[in-house]
């Protein structure tokens, strides 16, 4: 069975940086072709990414969040679990799971801060899209082989 629906999780903490990976997802993929849903922050996505996994209705989940310091070193922690996480939904589903999930060594909630990472989630969503049309395509050519 040929899916050609994609799952798009985002963390809703800094929902004004991280809203611009599916913006950018969607300049490749068409957004009637995505499913949207809204998680309170990072740490909840692998949860969801394994419920839509198990579905069957999408080729691949993208989850995007964005987990800053917030002064204490939590941050390193949540974000290795998510990372770990998403990756063991792929593993145990065989859905793809494809994070843009990133923590940056230096940020500081400024205006000038806010739009550079504004921008890198706009490309890093557009290079989620790429990477899910990507392992689908290769994926696609392993089952052919094997045919």
């Not at 390193?76 to 999930?101: K, N």
């Amino acid at each position: 069975m040929t899916h050609t629906r994609f799952a798009f999780v985002k963390a809703q903490w800094h929902a004004d940086i991280v809203d611009r990976a599916y913006d950018g997802f969607t300049q490749t993929i068409p957004a009637r072709e995505v499913d949207v849903f809204d998680v309170p922050g990072a740490f909840e996505m692998p949860l969801m990414a394994r419920d839509l996994a198990l579905t069957g209705t999408y080729a691949a989940v993208v989850c995007a969040a964005f987990v800053v310091d917030g002064g204490i070193y939590r941050h390193d922690f949540v974000a290795q679990s998510v990372v770990d996480g998403l990756m063991r939904v792929g593993l145990d589903t065989g859905v793809p799971v494809l994070s843009v999930s990133l923590t940056p060594h230096q940020y500081q909630e400024t205006e000038h801060h806010n739009a550079i990472y504004r921008a890198h989630f706009l490309e890093k969503g557009r290079e989620a899209a790429e990477a899910a049309l990507g392992i689908l395509k290769a994926r696609a050519a392993l089952r052919a082989d094997a045919a």
